[in-house]
């Protein structure tokens, strides 16, 4: 197995740091961008389709001396959905308004789900449905909801004594749920555990990190890296993510 060795860069403000500059010193060969600055990333460099449409990134990649700003989790949500049959005539509901959930709606968009937004400020998932031409769902609505998919994209479920994020009401149904928090010992989620407990089908973040690991480091040159592979380092003890 490989090692990688990836590197820490904090960055307090995107615009004075500017670490789509550092070219040379150090030679970086691309970023890993995390929240707050996935909008701010999109902005910094030459859009892929997918950037163009979530007007977020994750990604910062060096090709022919130019920067590439590139979405990989709409990879992260596609590849385990796939997995999951196709989504035509089927609905979801993306719980969030960041740059997880506008990849979300991309994601499921293309394997045809019908899509609503929620978030806990509605005015916000009024402003994201609106950008990406999808509907919005009040969030005090959500528990009285009915779809196929139910998609976690907050950050509820990160923190010891977080709640489950989707409402067991709509649980009955037994919809898809699929949760993109993690937590960093592996273990699942109040989400999770509750759309087990429920016998929903499910998909944890740990199979959404994997899988936008995977298309990143394709991106980063490590061509022949797998899911297994970066489940196996996930797996390590004391891994750090």
């Known amino acids: 197995m490989r090692s990688f060795a990836p590197g820490a860069l904090p960055v307090v403000d995107f615009d004075r740091s500017k670490p789509q500059e550092l070219r040379f010193d150090p ?3 691309g970023f890993s961008v995390t929240r707050p600055w996935k909008l701010r990333a999109a902005e910094t460099a030459v859009p892929s389709e997918d950037v163009r449409v979530t007007r977020a990134a994750n990604t910062l990649v060096q090709a ?3 920067w590439r700003a590139e979405n990989t989790d709409v990879d992260g949500v596609f590849d385990p959905l796939a997995d ?9 509901v993306i719980l969030g308004a960041g740059g997880v959930a506008r990849a979300a709606v991309v994601a499921a968009r ?5 899509v609503m937004v929620s978030s806990r400020r509605d005015d916000q998932a009024d402003a994201l449905a609106l950008e990406l031409d999808a509907d919005s ?3 005090e609505d959500v528990p009285r909801s009915e779809a196929d998919l139910y998609l976690n994209a907050t ?3 990160a923190h010891d004594g977080d709640p489950p994020a989707i409402p067991a009401g709509v649980l009955a149904n037994r919809p898809l749920v699929f949760d993109c928090v993690y937590r960093r010992d592996g273990s699942p989620t109040a989400t999770i555990r509750a759309a087990r407990e429920a016998r929903c ?8 990190f994997a899988a936008q690991a995977v298309r990143q480091a394709r991106l980063f040159g490590v061509t022949d890296a797998t899911q297994e592979e970066v489940a196996l380092l996930l797996a390590r003890p004391g891994r750090r993510a």
């Open 110 to 114: 293309k394997l045809g789900y019908e």
């Open 64 to 66: 022919h001396g130019r």
């Open 201 to 208: 089908p499910t998909v944890d973040g740990l199979k959404m």
């Open 84 to 92: 999951h049959d196709t989504g035509e005539g089927r609905t979801a």
């Open 155 to 157: 950050s509820i479920g």
């Open 27 to 29: 030679p970086f060969r």
């Open 137 to 139: 769902l009040a969030w």
